[in-house]
Nanobody, 126 residues
């Protein structure tokens, strides 16, 4: 099993920035495509950003392109989501998710991930 623990959420004003972190632990964290998924109250889970296990491919939801950046620190087994120019509509619980795969792909649907963190709340005030 792989355990994922998110941190870095909080309350920020519109236009501000936050960086979310996702620390992975457990069995060998090898060949895991990683992603960030969010869920706002009353809405379905929504793919935000993803990265292939190699780190060479990334993908973003149209709503966050140019504002959010996914990255990773291999030595620390940690994935990040840098969020800039935040908007009130970005308010949601943000989940880190992982899926072991031997393909160099970005998984862009929440259903494609088997491993999930507990989530961290991001609230953007107007």
């Amino acid at each position: 099993q792989v355990q994922l623990v998110e941190s870095g959420g909080g309350l920020v004003q519109a236009g501000g920035s936050l960086r979310l972190s996702c620390a992975a632990s457990g069995r060998a964290f090898i060949r895991y495509a990683m992603g960030w998924i969010r869920q706002a109250p009353g809405k379905e889970r929504e793919f935000v950003a993803g990265m292939s296990w190699s780190g060479g491919r990334t993908s973003y939801a149209d709503s966050v392109k140019g504002r959010f950046t996914i990255s990773r620190d291999v030595a620390k087994n940690t994935v990040y989501l840098q969020m800039n120019s935040l908007k009130p509509e970005d308010t949601a619980v943000y989940y880190c998710a992982g899926q072991q795969t031997y393909s160099v792909v970005v998984i862009t649907t929440p259903e494609g991930y088997d491993y999930w963190g507990q989530g961290t709340q991001v609230t953007v005030s107007s």
